[in-house]
T-cell receptor
Framework: KAGVTQTPRYLIKTRGQQVTLSCSPI?????VSWYQQTPGQGLQFLFE?????QRNKGNFPGRFSGRQFSNSRSEMNVSTLELGDSALYLC???WGSGSKNIQYFGAGTRLSVL | GENVEQHPSTLSVQEGDSAVIKCTYS??????FPWYKQELGKGPQLIID?????GEKKDQRIAVTLNKTAKHFSLHITETQPEDSAVYFC??????????????FGAGTQVVVTP
């Protein structure tokens, strides 16, 4: 069974640009969550999508957005990039959205903003 | 929301010794506590988890204990091996909703096992 797949693995952008990251969950999983990982702030929750609906949102500015498609694949978009957006962006999938569902992480997309 | 504190931030152990990482949480309603291991260049991988209806869980060299009264849980690795070297994260769910999407993570512990 294939794991969580994130593309691309690496990205280099400049300030002011926008970027779109992709996540394909484990087959059969309907929940996708996104996290930002930085050395200073650790792992921080961005948002969760379940059945194409945003279920939860972390404390990030509106420049960070996401969506989920009918096949459960998810994308996140960051507009007007800032230097501080440089981070490893992780996607995690789970079968459902609730207290009994284990999250499985992808390898992440490393974004560098110059 | 949930706050999860993790100690120590770094841990160096000799191969064969034990390693212990401790986490505390703030939301007394939290009922699920996973531990993740992150190796260089990879995403976090679940290594063990515990639910609030048990006090201890073991899986070969790894064990997790939970003290609900004190609101802390610990990861124990026995007979450490070089391949145990990684960053370990504890987590607990924020229970503002029923969603498991919002895991609050500890800051991580860099474990280095020296031969």
């Amino acid at each position: 069974k294939a794991g969580v797949t994130q593309t691309p693995r690496y990205l280099i952008k400049t300030r002011g640009q926008q970027v779109t990251l992709s996540c394909s969950p484990i087959s059969g999983h309907r929940s996708v969550s996104w996290y930002q990982q930085t050395p200073g702030q650790g792992l921080q929750f961005l948002f969760e999508y379940f059945s194409e609906t945003q279920r939860n949102k972390g404390n990030f500015p509106g420049r960070f957005s996401g969506r989920q498609f009918s096949n459960s694949r998810s994308e996140m978009n960051v507009s007007t990039l800032e230097l501080g957006d440089s981070a490893l962006y992780l996607c995690a999938s789970s079968w459902g959205s609730g207290s009994k569902n284990i999250q499985y992480f992808g390898a992440g997309t490393r974004l560098s903003v110059l | 929301g949930e706050n999860v504190e993790q100690h120590p931030s770094t841990l160096s152990v000799q191969e064969g010794d034990s390693a212990v990482i401790k986490c505390t949480y703030s939301d007394s309603a939290s009922n699920y506590f996973p531990w993740y291991k992150q190796e260089l260049g990879k995403g976090p991988q679940l290594i063990i988890d515990i639910r609030s209806n048990v006090g201890e869980k073991k899986d070969q060299r790894i064990a997790v204990t939970l003290n609900k009264t004190a609101k802390h849980f610990s990861l124990h690795i026995t007979e450490t091996q070089p391949e145990d070297s990684a960053v370990y994260f504890c987590a607990a769910p924020a229970l503002t909703t029923d969603s498991w999407g919002k895991l609050q993570f500890g800051a991580g512990t860099q474990v280095v096992v020296t031969p």
